[in-house]
């Protein structure tokens, strides 16, 4: 798949998805696999030369040993327990994990999509990290292909690498816009009242401390005649 969306010019994610969509599936049939490790432990080798030997990772080596049986999203135990994996539990992983990224919240398409300031990674920037670190290039040559300097790949990197599946592009996307501050209406601007209180106070040359604290003072019972001297 590497090989064709290099020969296409586009991102290999890209290429998974129209394969998908296509009825193609480029995964590997581990059943045969399985069964060789099942018959060579069975005659005394280790693990960890047999994992070696048929091609597969510890942690499914291990899973094998335990007859566990991996299946989409979850696990199911050889005494019939099935363990579903928890929503963003991808991300669990994280290096140096924030709590941002193990929420698995919700973003709005629109601010998904919304085209932020040009000192922001775009999702085409982070297809091409994903693509170029997946090829083996390391930082620095990664920042000059895209443009960008080391320190922000490195930072992308860090911030949304797993352990266990890698840089993913598209959630690392979704969750720089669920970070991203939301615009908020100003408080003087949405409420008439209090911007009329407010504006007068420096023409008598009332400092920002007399007018939060005379608001008070004159509106004791209305919560929405409160600003703060630094909105002043």
């Not at 590497?2 to 290999?12: I, M």
């Not at 994610?13 to 995964?27: M, R």
């Not at 510890?58 to 899973?63: I, V």
Request: proline share 5%; aromatic share 6%.
């Amino acid at each position: 798949m590497s090989k064709v969306a290099k020969e296409l010019g586009l991102v290999r994610i890209t290429c998974y998805k129209w394969a998908h969509q296509a009825g193609i599936f480029t995964g590997t049939d581990t059943r045969a696999q399985r069964a060789q490790f099942v018959r060579l432990r069975a005659d005394g080798a280790s693990r960890a030369a047999v994992a070696k030997q048929v091609g597969v990772d510890s942690r499914s080596a291990a899973d094998w040993d335990k007859g566990i049986k991996q299946i989409t999203g979850g696990r199911v135990y050889p005494d019939g327990r099935v363990i579903r994996y928890r929503r963003a539990g991808i991300l669990a992983n994280v290096k140096n994990p924030r709590t941002t990224h193990t929420r698995g919240l919700p973003v709005d398409p629109v601010r998904l999509e919304a085209l932020v300031d040009a000192r922001y990674l775009s999702l085409v920037e982070r297809e091409r990290i994903h693509d170029l670190r997946s090829g083996g290039e390391s930082i620095s040559p990664i920042g000059r292909t895209i443009g960008r300097s080391p320190s922000t790949v490195s930072r992308e990197l860090t911030r949304n690498t797993t352990t266990t599946v890698g840089y993913l592009p598209y959630a690392a996307h979704r969750l720089a816009a669920a970070r991203r501050p939301r615009l908020r209406n100003r408080k003087l601007e949405s409420y008439g009242r209090l911007r009329t209180n407010v504006a007068v106070k420096p023409r008598k040359r009332w400092s920002p401390e007399q007018i939060s604290n005379r608001l008070v003072k004159d509106f004791p019972d209305d919560q929405r005649m409160r600003v703060s001297t630094e909105t002043i």
